[in-house]
């Protein structure tokens, strides 16, 4: 088998890049380890930019995001038992958009296959070899056959704990990281959200988010400890604690129950891999870097990168122009580390961490108090969290 560009790893990354070549005349296989299934029922993110919108409409995606996508203008942010809503489109101009990445994955899927795309679904025992010559190699074992995918070019967009990037020859990459002592039981629960925009809560007890991804389901979060056993938390303590941090002063106001349809816990972690390329080897998306889902970001940066290679590849393709191949690490980490940053600024001001005492947390109210109070303070994190 041959393709110009082998993308290992089905995600909103690979099946973007996958979607973007095509509208460029430039041919790939997408390889991917889970069933097409498990990928288009798996629950992650959920807020998409302004920037990510746009290119998903341009690139013919925006159909079911625009009937059913959730245009939000605002957060809240809540602390001392008090909301303050950021005016996030009076700020910047700009809006959020509240649709599941499992739809994408499905608009994805559903139109490469319509447009005569190849994605091979439940391959096994992946490698990627030969990324520093001219002619790299993805073998993997699909039907019960050995197969080699000969390719021009390798992209890895296999997640966090994808092969790709250990494709890399040693020593060509090197990993920035940070983990953090805690972690979010996530909750997908059968419930009308109680509220029409995204409340990033902070508490004594620990951080809590209440988000959405219809009008009929809400997806919320609790700040719970790194080891945390889920076993321990039967949905009626999920509700209580829910509403416990939630609480407003003076009101008896607390998120509506349901059934919970899914729950996990997810630790949290950043790590940025610099460079994201060695010789034909690209990584974008959570291959490349993980930022802790505070700032919302993981989604988007993937899409961003992307969108940057697609241009790229379509330079090289088109005009022989291998400058903004040359350039992609540079042009795309400038974005990784601004989310880097943010991410990690939200997620120190809205967490409680281990050891903090009472000093601590009246700090964090501080700064959060600063931040609703302060326009310029208001639109900085505005301009961050719309993208
Ligand atoms: C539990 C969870 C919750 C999240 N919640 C949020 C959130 O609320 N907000 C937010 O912004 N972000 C969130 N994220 C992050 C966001 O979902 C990711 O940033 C996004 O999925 C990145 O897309 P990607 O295509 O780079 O990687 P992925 O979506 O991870 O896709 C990688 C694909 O590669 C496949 N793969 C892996 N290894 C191989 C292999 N060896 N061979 C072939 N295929 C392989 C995987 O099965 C997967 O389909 C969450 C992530 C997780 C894990």
Partial sequence: MRTQVGIVGAGPAGLLLSHLLHLHGIASVVIEA??????????????LEQGTVDTLREAGLGTRLDAQGLRHEGIELRFDGEGHRVPMTELT????TVYGQQEIIKDLVARRLDEGGDIRFEVSDVRVDGVSGAAPTITFGHDGRRETLECDFVAGCDGSHGISRDSAPAG???????????AWLGILAEAAPAVDELIYCLHASGFALYSMRSPTISRLYLQVSLDEDIEKWPDERIWDELAMRFALAGSDWSPTSGPIIDKGVTPMRSFVTEPMQAGRLFLAGDAAHIVPPTGAKGLNLAVNDVRLLARAFDAWYARGDDALLASYTHDALRRVWRVQHFSWWMTQMLHRFPGDDEYGHRVQ???????????????????????
């Fill in 172 to 182: 060509a990459l090197e990993v920035f990281e940070r983990e953090y002592p805690f």
């Fill in 34 to 47: 889970r069933s097409r299934d498990y990928i288009e029922h798996r629950v992650r993110a959920g807020v």
């Fill in 93 to 96: 101009g700009r809006a959020i």
């Fill in 365 to 387: 109210v501080a700064q959060l108090r600063n931040v609703v109070e302060s326009p310029s303070y208001a639109t900085a994190l505005s301009e961050n969290y719309v993208g």
